[in-house]
C-alpha cells in the first residue's frame, strides 16, 4: 500500500521534470535558452486552476476521455518497476496488461479527438491509432523476446531476471531489442522523426491536433497523462534493459542509492531521446511505417539471435 | 444429469417448436405474432440454457446425459442427444444470446409488421435457434446432418427475408452454395469416420482417429477443416460471411455473426479434439497459420468498410481467426506431449468464443438499434448518435472496448490468455516451428491494435460529432426491450471480463474432456481474484484489481475537481473553426478518411482505385464541381472467386450440350452407363 502510494506520487511529480528536461537541453542544442526545467509544472498548475471551454458538439466521452487518459497512464506505471524491483501492481499486471491500458487510454484519447466535430482532431485520431497499430507488433515481438528469456510477462521477474550477472550487456538479442523498443518509444511518445511535441501547424500534428479543444482541468489531465505515459515507457527501457542500481530490498539505502541511479539513468536515456530529435528532420506521415517496419525487423532480429546466442 | 436438468432441456426444445408453430398460426396479427414467437422463444432459450448450465457445473466425466427425443423407423438415424461438456458449453453459449436477441426482436421485429410477414420471421428465427442447439447436441452423423441442414436452410431464408432487395437475395445464393459445399465436406468426412468406427453415434468415435490409417485420417482432417472452415468464416473461404451477415434482420445477423459460426468451431472442437486422436504437427501448424491469416486479413477489410454491418461482418473472420489461434496452438501442443498447454491454449479459444458470442451479437443488435432508427448502414451517413440514442451509443461502446481487447473487459482477458500460450509455446516446441508463436504473438498484437483502430472509427463516425444526414439528426432512441436485450449482452461483458476464473472454473470440465488436464485450479491465485497462466507462474492478471485501483486512483483528479468546482465556470462555445462562420457536418473527418492511412500502408493488399474529376469556370483553384470516387479491391473476390464463377459457369454451359431434350440420347446415356458400370465390375 505504502509502495502504490510512493510510486503514484514518484509518477506524478517526476513525469513533468522529464518532460522539461528533453525541452530544455533540446532548446540549448538549437542555442536557444530554453523555458526553465519547472515549466510544465507552471503549466499544469495553471491549466488546473483555468476555467473550462467545452465544445458545443461534444458529448459525455470528451469530458471523460482525460480522467480515462490520466488514470491508465498511472495503472500502467504501477506495473513497472521503477526505484525498487518490485512493482506495486506486479500481481495484477505484467508488460500485456501495460500495452492493454495504454491502447485503452488510446482509445479515449483518438474518441475525445473525434468528438468536438474538428477535422484537426479527427485528423489526428486517425494518425495515432494507425501509427499506434503498426508500433504495436513491434513493441509486442520485443517484448515477447524479453519474457521468453525470463519465461514470465511480470515485469517484476523480467528485471530480476536481467540483473543476474549471467545476463550480458552485449548480448545481441539486448542490443536489438532495446533498439527495437526505443523507436516504439519515439512513436509511442510522439516525438520526431515520428510526431513534432513543438509544432502547432494543424496539418502535421497527431498528439496535439487530438487535444486542441481541451482546456483548463481536462488539458492538464491529458498533458499530465502524456508525460506519465512517457515516464512509464521509458523506465520500461531503462530498468529492462540496464537494471543496475535498482533497490533489490526495501531499506532506506538501497530504495536512496536506487533513486539515484534511477534519475541517472533516465537523464541518459533523455540526452539518447534529445540527441534523436535535434539531428533528425520529422517524416513524412507515409514515410513513418518505413521507420516502424525496420523496429519491426530489429525485433526479429532479435529473436533469431537467441538461437545463435543461447 | 437429473431429471430436473432433462424436464428443462425437453421444455426448451419443444419451447422453440411452440414458438416458432406460434409465429405461423398468428402470423395475420403481426404485433401478436411477434411478441408471441419472440417471447416463447426467449422462455425456451432460458430453459435451454439452465439445463445446459446446470449439467456443466453438475458434470462427473464419463457420465453423460443421454435423451432419446423421438423415435424413428429409419435405420442408423438416432435421434439421442448427449449433454458432454463440449456440447452443454456451446449450448450455454447459444442459449445466453438467444436470450438476449429473442427479447430485442420483440421489440425489434415490431417495424416489419405491415412490411413484411413477421411470422416467418419468428418461425424462422426459432427454428434456426433450434437446429443449432440440436447441432451442439446431437450424438448421431445422421441427425447432426439433419441439424446442421435444417440450420443451413433456415438461415438461408433469414438472410433472404428482405428479397425484395437485390443484395439479399444474391447473397442469400452465395451463403446457400457455400454451405452446401461445406456440408458436402463434412459428409465425406463422417463417411470415412464411421468407416473406421463402424458405427455412427458420436460417443464411439472418441480417440477414433488413434486407429485410423494416416491418408484416410489426413483426408478426414482436410475435409473437416474446410466443412467447419467454410461455416466459421475462415480466410479464404470466407466470402460469403461479408455479404449474408449484413443484410439480414439485425437480430439475425446477431445471431449468424455471434452463434451460427460457433458452429465451425465447435465442429472443429469435437472432431480434431474428441474424435482424432494425438494430432500430427502440420495440423496445428495449419490451423494456427489460418487463424493468424484471418485475424489480420479479417480487420484489415473490416478497416476499409464504411456500412456499419459489413464493418461487423469483416470482424467475426478476426475474431474466428483468433479462437483459431488458441486451437491450433493447443493442437500443436498436444502433438509434443505438453497436456497443459495444451489446455491452456483451447481455454483461451473457447474463452474467446463465448466473448466473441457475446459483444458481436451485442454490436450487431447496437447496428440494429442504430440502423432502425437512421434507416442506413452507411456509416457517412451518421453521427452526433450519441446524443439521439444515449443508452444504445453507451451500450455499443461498451461493445467496442471488449472487441478491441481493451481491459477490464472480456476480450482482453481470452486474448491475454492467447498471448501466454503462444509465449510458453516457444520453450515447448523443439522444431523451428517455434518460431510461431511469437509471430503469431505479434500478428495478434497488429490484429488488436487494428481492431481498436476500427472500433474507435466505427464508434466515433457513428455515434459523435455533428450528425451528417436529416435522418442521423431526428432518430430517436429505441424501445425498452431493444435496451434490455442489449443491456443483457453487455452485462455479460462485464462479467466475463471481471471475473476469468469463475468463467474457467466452469468451463474446466470442457478443458478436461478434450485436452485432458484440469486447469482452473492452476490459474487461480488469490481466491480466484487473480488469474494466472500457469504453474510456473509466468504472468499474472486481474482485472478486477486494475480496476478498483483505477476506481481509486480516480479519486485523485475528482478530489481536485470537487475542492475547484465551487470557483469554476465551464463554458460552452463553437469548436475552433480557423476563423470561417462556423463548422458544417461535411467539414468532419469521414470514415474513409479515418482509414485512409491504413490503406495507403497496405496499398499492396487493398489496391486502392480513386477517381478525381474537376470541372473549372476560370481559375484551376476553384472547381465548380468534384467527383470524387474511392474503392479497394477484395483481391479474394476478384482473384479466386470471379474466375472460378466464370469457369463454372463455362463448363456448365458444355455440359447443357448434352442435356439435348431428346430421349433417345437419354436413353443412350443410361445403356453406356450400365455398360460401363458392366465393364468395371468385371
Given at each position: 500500500m505504502i509502495a502504490l502510494a510512493l510510486q503514484t506520487l514518484l509518477l506524478l511529480g517526476l513525469s513533468p521534470l522529464v518532460t522539461g528536461a528533453i525541452r530544455l537541453g533540446k532548446a540549448r542544442l538549437q542555442n536557444r535558452r530554453g523555458p526553465p526545467l519547472w515549466q510544465p509544472y507552471a503549466d499544469l498548475a495553471k491549466f488546473l486552476r483555468k476555467d473550462m471551454v467545452v465544445s458545443e458538439h461534444a458529448s459525455w466521452i470528451f469530458s471523460v476521455a482525460p480522467y480515462i487518459v490520466f488514470v491508465t497512464a498511472l495503472l500502467a506505471g504501477l506495473m513497472v518497476p521503477m526505484?525498487?524491483?518490485?512493482?506495486?501492481?506486479?500481481?495484477?499486471?505484467?508488460?500485456?496488461?501495460?500495452?492493454?491500458?495504454?491502447?485503452?487510454?488510446?482509445?479515449?484519447?483518438?474518441?475525445?479527438?473525434?468528438?468536438?466535430?474538428s477535422a484537426f482532431g479527427g485528423m489526428g485520431s486517425s494518425r495515432e491509432m494507425t501509427i499506434a497499430a503498426i508500433a504495436e507488433p513491434a513493441m509486442m515481438l520485443a517484448i515477447f523476446t524479453v519474457a521468453l528469456a525470463a519465461g514470465s510477462t511480470d515485469l517484476t521477474r523480467i528485471v530480476q531476471t536481467t540483473l543476474e550477472p549471467a545476463w550480458g550487456l552485449a548480448n545481441p538479442m539486448h542490443v536489438l531489442a532495446f533498439a527495437a523498443l526505443f523507436i516504439v518509444l519515439l512513436a509511442e511518445t510522439g516525438r520526431i522523426p515520428i510526431d513534432n511535441p513543438a509544432t502547432h501547424l494543424e496539418l502535421t500534428m497527431i498528439h496535439e491536433a487530438m487535444l486542441l479543444e481541451y482546456s483548463g482541468r481536462q488539458l492538464a489531465l491529458m498533458e499530465w497523462g502524456a508525460s506519465i505515459k512517457q515516464l512509464v515507457l521509458m523506465t520500461l527501457l531503462v530498468n529492462i534493459f540496464f537494471p543496475a542500481g535498482i533497490a533489490t530490498e526495501i531499506t532506506p539505502t538501497a530504495l536512496g542509492a536506487g533513486l539515484l541511479a534511477y534519475a541517472a539513468k533516465l537523464l541518459l536515456l533523455s540526452t539518447a531521446i534529445v540527441l534523436v530529435e535535434t539531428t533528425n528532420a520529422k517524416l513524412r506521415l507515409f514515410r513513418v511505417p518505413d521507420l516502424l517496419s525496420i523496429a519491426f525487423a530489429v525485433a526479429l532480429l532479435a529473436l533469431f539471435s537467441t538461437f545463435l546466442f543461447p | 444429469m437429473d431429471a430436473l436438468g432433462a424436464l428443462l432441456l425437453a421444455a426448451g426444445l419443444s419451447g422453440y417448436v411452440v414458438a416458432a408453430a406460434a409465429g405461423l398460426l398468428t402470423a395475420r396479427r403481426g404485433a401478436i405474432a411477434v411478441t408471441l414467437s419472440f417471447g416463447l422463444g426467449a422462455m425456451a432459450a432460458a430453459s435451454v440454457g439452465a439445463a445446459a448450465m446446470v449439467s456443466l457445473l453438475t458434470h462427473s466425466a464419463g457420465n453423460d446425459a443421454?435423451?432419446?427425443?423421438?423415435?424413428?423407423?429409419?435405420?442408423?438415424?438416432?435421434?439421442?442427444?448427449?449433454?458432454?461438456?463440449?456440447?452443454?458449453?456451446?449450448?450455454?453459449?447459444?442459449?445466453?444470446?438467444?436470450?438476449?436477441?429473442?427479447?430485442?426482436?420483440?421489440g425489434y421485429a415490431r417495424h416489419y409488421v405491415g412490411r413484411k410477414n413477421v411470422g416467418i420471421l419468428g418461425a424462422f428465427f426459432n427454428l434456426l435457434l433450434l437446429a443449432t442447439t440440436l447441432v451442439f447436441l446431437a450424438d448421431n452423423v445422421f441427425f447432426f446432418l439433419l441439424a446442421w441442414e435444417i440450420m443451413a436452410l433456415s438461415a438461408y431464408c433469414l438472410v433472404s427475408f428482405e428479397h425484395e432487395v437485390d443484395e439479399a437475395r444474391s447473397a442469400g445464393v452465395l451463403y446457400f452454395v457455400m454451405s452446401h459445399i461445406g456440408t458436402g465436406c463434412l459428409i465425406l468426412g463422417f463417411f470415412l469416420l464411421s468407416?473406421?468406427?463402424?458405427?455412427?453415434?458420436?460417443?464411439?468415435?472418441?480417440?477414433?482417429?488413434?486407429?485410423?490409417?494416416?491418408?484416410?485420417?489426413?483426408?478426414?482432417?482436410?475435409?473437416?477443416?474446410?466443412?467447419?472452415?467454410?461455416?466459421?468464416?475462415?480466410?479464404?473461404?470466407?466470402?460469403?460471411?461479408?455479404?449474408?451477415?449484413?443484410?439480414a434482420p439485425s437480430n439475425v445477423s446477431a445471431l449468424m455473426s455471434g452463434v451460427l459460426i460457433k458452429t465451425g468451431i465447435y465442429g472443429l472442437a469435437r472432431v480434431l479434439f474428441d474424435f482424432m486422436g494425438t494430432p500430427p504437427n502440420w495440423w496445428g501448424v495449419t490451423v494456427l497459420a489460418l487463424g493468424t491469416v484471418s485475424a489480420v486479413l479479417g480487420v484489415l477489410y473490416a478497416l476499409m468498410e464504411h456500412d456499419l454491418k459489413r464493418l461487423l461482418a469483416y470482424h467475426s473472420v478476426e475474431n474466428i481467426g483468433i479462437i483459431l489461434m488458441g486451437l491450433g496452438a493447443s493442437l500443436m501442443f498436444l502433438h509434443t506431449g505438453h497436456k497443459a498447454l495444451a489446455a491452456l491454449a483451447l481455454a483461451a479459444g473457447l474463452y474467446h468464443t463465448i466473448n466473441h458470442a457475446v459483444f458481436k451479437a451485442l454490436l450487431f443488435l447496437g447496428a440494429g438499434a442504430v440502423l432502425q432508427s437512421t434507416g442506413t448502414r452507411n456509416m457517412e451517413e451518421m453521427g452526433g448518435l450519441i446524443r439521439r440514442l444515449p443508452r444504445t451509443a453507451f451500450f455499443f461502446?461498451?461493445?467496442?472496448?471488449?472487441?478491441?481487447?481493451?481491459?477490464?473487459?472480456?476480450?482482453?482477458?481470452?486474448?491475454?490468455?492467447?498471448?501466454?500460450?503462444?509465449?510458453?509455446?516457444?520453450?515447448?516446441?523443439?522444431?523451428?516451428?517455434?518460431?510461431?508463436?511469437?509471430?503469431?504473438?505479434?500478428?495478434?498484437?497488429?490484429?488488436?491494435?487494428?481492431?481498436?483502430?476500427?472500433?474507435?472509427?466505427?464508434?466515433g463516425?457513428?455515434?459523435?460529432?455533428?450528425?451528417?444526414?436529416?435522418?442521423?439528426?431526428?432518430?430517436?432512441?429505441?424501445?425498452?426491450?431493444?435496451?434490455?436485450?442489449?443491456?443483457?449482452?453487455?452485462?455479460?461483458?462485464?462479467?466475463?471480463?471481471?471475473?476469468?476464473?469463475?468463467?474457467?472454473?466452469?468451463?474446466?470440465?470442457?478443458?478436461?474432456?478434450?485436452?485432458?488436464?484440469?486447469?482452473?485450479?492452476?490459474?487461480?491465485?488469490?481466491?480466484?481474484?487473480?488469474?494466472?497462466?500457469?504453474?510456473?507462474?509466468?504472468?499474472?492478471?486481474?482485472?478486477?484489481?486494475?480496476?478498483?485501483?483505477?476506481?481509486?486512483?480516480?479519486?485523485?483528479?475528482?478530489?481536485?475537481?470537487?475542492?475547484?468546482?465551487?470557483?469554476?465556470?465551464?463554458r460552452t462555445g463553437p469548436t475552433w473553426d480557423c476563423g470561417l462562420a462556423g463548422l458544417t457536418p461535411r467539414m468532419e473527418y469521414t470514415a474513409t478518411g479515418f482509414s485512409k492511412p491504413i490503406?495507403?500502408?497496405?496499398?499492396?493488399?487493398?489496391?486502392?482505385?480513386?477517381?478525381?474529376?474537376?470541372?473549372?469556370?476560370?481559375?484551376?483553384?476553384?472547381?465548380?464541381?468534384?467527383?470524387?470516387?474511392?474503392?479497394?479491391?477484395?483481391?479474394?473476390?476478384?482473384?479466386?472467386?470471379?474466375?472460378?464463377?466464370?469457369?463454372?459457369?463455362?463448363?456448365?454451359?458444355?455440359?447443357?450440350?448434352?442435356?439435348?431434350?431428346?430421349?433417345?440420347?437419354?436413353?443412350?446415356y443410361v445403356f453406356a452407363m450400365l455398360l460401363g458400370l458392366l465393364l468395371f465390375a468385371l
Open positions: 526505484v525498487s524491483v518490485a512493482a506495486p501492481l506486479s500481481l495484477f499486471g505484467g508488460a500485456l496488461a501495460l500495452v492493454g491500458l495504454l491502447a485503452l487510454g488510446r482509445f479515449f484519447l483518438a474518441l475525445g479527438g473525434l468528438d468536438p466535430a | 443421454t435423451l432419446q427425443l423421438l423415435p424413428t423407423m429409419i435405420p442408423s438415424l438416432r435421434f439421442s442427444i448427449r449433454l458432454d461438456p463440449l456440447g452443454a458449453f456451446f449450448a450455454v453459449i447459444v442459449s445466453l444470446v438467444a436470450l438476449a436477441l429473442s427479447i430485442y426482436s420483440v468407416q473406421a468406427a463402424g458405427a455412427y453415434n458420436f460417443a464411439s468415435f472418441h480417440a477414433l482417429g488413434e486407429k485410423m490409417a494416416a491418408g484416410p485420417r489426413n483426408a478426414a482432417f482436410l475435409l473437416f477443416l474446410a466443412g467447419f472452415g467454410i461455416k466459421a468464416g475462415i480466410v479464404p473461404v470466407h466470402v460469403w460471411l461479408p455479404a449474408a451477415h449484413p443484410v461502446l461498451v461493445g467496442a472496448v471488449a472487441i478491441s481487447a481493451l481491459p477490464p473487459l472480456n476480450g482482453f482477458v481470452s486474448e491475454w490468455l492467447t498471448y501466454q500460450a503462444l509465449l510458453r509455446g516457444f520453450d515447448a516446441t523443439p522444431s523451428l516451428f517455434r518460431l510461431m508463436f511469437p509471430l503469431a504473438g505479434a500478428m495478434l498484437a497488429l490484429t488488436g491494435a487494428l481492431a481498436a483502430a476500427c472500433f474507435v472509427k466505427a464508434f463516425i457513428t455515434f459523435l460529432a455533428q450528425p451528417r444526414s436529416e435522418a442521423a439528426a431526428r432518430a430517436h432512441e429505441v424501445g425498452p426491450a431493444m435496451l434490455i436485450g442489449q443491456g443483457i449482452l453487455a452485462g455479460a461483458c462485464v462479467l466475463l471480463g471481471l471475473f476469468p476464473v469463475a468463467f474457467l472454473t466452469l468451463l474446466d470440465p470442457v478443458i478436461a474432456q478434450l485436452a485432458g488436464h484440469p486447469l482452473a485450479a492452476e490459474l487461480s491465485l488469490a481466491g480466484g481474484l487473480v488469474l494466472s497462466s500457469g504453474a510456473a507462474g509466468p504472468g499474472t492478471v486481474s482485472t478486477l484489481g486494475i480496476l478498483m485501483t483505477g476506481v481509486a486512483l480516480l479519486s485523485l483528479p475528482l478530489a481536485w475537481r470537487l475542492v475547484h468546482a465551487r470557483r469554476e465556470q465551464t490503406r495507403m500502408i497496405f496499398k499492396a493488399l487493398f489496391r486502392p482505385h480513386r477517381e478525381v474529376q474537376r470541372e473549372y469556370d476560370f481559375s484551376p483553384y476553384f472547381a465548380k464541381t468534384l467527383r470524387f470516387e474511392s474503392h479497394t479491391e477484395e483481391i479474394f473476390q476478384t482473384r479466386i472467386y470471379r474466375p472460378l464463377h466464370g469457369f463454372v459457369l463455362r463448363f456448365s454451359r458444355r455440359l447443357r450440350a448434352l442435356q439435348a431434350g431428346s430421349l433417345q440420347a437419354y436413353l443412350m
